[in-house]
């Protein structure tokens, strides 16, 4: 499957003695002689231990009621178990000496339980329920498991509970209503993300840590991502692109989803609200030994709307069904996990849906994903992954035999295999390598021939993580990345965490790299009256210093506030920019869209975040953000950034008639939008002159009331009912187009869950 190109590339990478010399260190420190490692660590290892069954339940302190599907990790031997549906587990410790079990459930506090030697039953471990959810295990920052409380690289959680409870429409809202200062621009090509100064191509989304493609020519297609079977969302701002390559310069976002723990559970919601939006979802799962099988089926439509009626040729948001399918299987056990997964998503998109043409945009998009894990007793872990996503869109014209005439495919494919050494116990080395093939097939209109464009790298990571006191913990990363077109990057990282008590103060640097894409290199994308795009192969490849300092201060488990100042610096950043095109042919426009790359960028910010339960049953939360990106060179605004933005929740949750229901307000604020441009002009005297231009667009503020109830619930099977209201106070804007929300609009959602 490699091309001579990639052959050559993985040449190079070996012949780099730098490189081999440090991928060389981390294999011998994974495979040395256990004798050297017990010369470092002297302690047994846990392919020699003699081992016992223990026996036990985990429980609520609280209630006494047991808690199902809670895991456990035995410190001493690297292994876990997860409980069963009644709370209950069996797992394997030393038979004669001390064990130290770290218990873990979504929702309860981590708790670190020692086994005197010779205990193998009765046990009963109680959890304290966690109202600020900081023992939730995150990955996205290192690539490995780290409580968030401890993580060196900041994180923003979005538990499954969070999202069950808000009802969210879709991933958009999602990701506008929990991160400060993120807004959608959407367009019939797709939903343009704006995020501390940056868009599109600088965010990098994940599910369960693999990057999705982006349309061709566009960007991300977030109807693909459903909010139904999300296990958590993982927020990581600032430059990774030396634990995640290409893109990876202004945000990850990592979709992580759940996968069945019983032997049958599932769910079925539907959701209906305004203009016919009508959601459909559906999941089974079954595990058994071992194994385990999920089956995910979900169907949107909606009639769109319009904002602008006295505009007959096109709508604000247009008509549109979609659907999709995926499957998922897998088998583990103490020590191993296969998983394998495959998905179908087809998309419909009338544009518009009335007038002299209409037209249809049809997308289709297959993904497959197939990943090993395997530990190697207590110190070393491997990963193997192969991830393909295919994503086409085709343009249909009803009216005009150009079915076939515009195509454009974006094949992304990824394998990558990862090692997890821990030489020590206070020392963790994370390294790999991973290869990425992205192509574009092209199929235009007005006869042009179907191109196909391609572009390879190869990289080699390492990153090391050492606890060098209880409360200082030290990450540091670097990555080497052979692209086919541009060459060699390096981008390097390290991040610091001092704790002590109740504060955390976090430092970090990290250095972004972004190749051109291959529609800003090679595009000739021509739509017609619709736009068209021209790429230019000259462009230069992107590259960020990313600085942050943050501190956080946590005080009796119901108060949570965090300050972050950060700044990135972008060189030979890539912009979009329109020129006028002489004598246009008939049909087209007389403008194109072109790239090139500007001098620099320079962007700063500052972000808040308050997090207080001043009783258990109510959550207060407010976050702040507040961004300054400007060109360096001419020292102006850039474009689409509003410079302050605040979310702000309230959830009340109580019991009412014995069954658990809540109430949730949700407000999300931005300030005006200033864009300035610089241009050249002729004075009434004849002179040239430099005009400072200037485009405002007004602040808004968009308020969202969920309420939620269930009125059955009856041991792992339940009802809920959800009703709310989106956009509360109806705000709509037809003139700046600040944003397309449509405006008040009821909704309502029934989900039931066994």
Partial sequence: MLSCGVYNVYEKIINMKSILLLVCGVLVLNFAPMSRLMAIQPEVMADTVKTVKLTGKVVDVETGEAIPLSTLMVKELGWGSVCDTEGKFKIDVPANRKATLTVRSVGYETREVDVAPGTISGLVIKLKKSLLDLDEVVITGTRTEKVISEAPVMTRVVSAEELQRNDYESMMDVLEYNIPGLRFNVDPRGNNIQIQGLENSYILILVDGERLSQTPGGPIDFDRLSTSNIKRIEILKGAASALYGSSAMGMVVNIITDSPKRSLEGWAKARYSKFNDLQLDAGIGLAHKGFFSQTLFRRNSTDGYDLTPETPQSYTMNPSHDMNIEEKVGWNNERTKVVASASFYWNEVENPPKGESPTHYRSLNKTFRASLEHAFGEKNKLYAVYYGDFYTRKTVYDLIDLADSTNATSHEQTARLTDIYSPLKNVEIVGGIEWNWTRNYNKMQYGKEQTVRKVNDANVFVQVDWQILPELDLVGGFRYTHHSVFGDAYTPKVNLMYAPGSFKFRAGYSRGFKAPGLTELYSDFDMGSVSHNVGNPDLKPEYSNYLSVSAEYTYNGRLNASVEGYQNTIKDKINSFVIDVEDPEPGQLGAEMHYANVEAVRIRGAE?????????????????????????????????????????????????????????????????????????????????????????????????????????????????????????????????????????????????RF
């Fill in 608 to 752: 808040g975040t308050l997090t207080y339960y001043p009783i258990k049953q109510l959550l207060l939360r407010g976050t702040y953000a507040y961004t300054d990106a400007r060109d360096r060179e001419t020292d102006l605004q850039l474009s689409g950034n509003s410079k302050h933005a605040l979310n702000f929740t309230t959830t009340l949750r109580g019991k009412l008639l014995k069954r658990d229901g809540s109430v949730s307000l949700s407000g999300r604020w931005t300030s005006k939008k200033l864009s300035q441009s610089k241009s050249t002009e002729t004075d009434d005297s004849g002179q040239e002159i430099e005009v400072i231009r200037e485009n405002t667009k007004p602040a808004y503020s968009l308020w969202k009331l969920v309420a939620q109830y269930t009125p059955w619930q009856k041991k792992f099977m339940r009802l809920t009912l959800t009703g709310g209201i989106q956009n509360l106070f109806d705000y709509t804007d037809t003139e700046h187009y600040t944003t397309y929300d449509a405006g008040r609009r009821f909704f309502g959602s029934v989900i039931f």
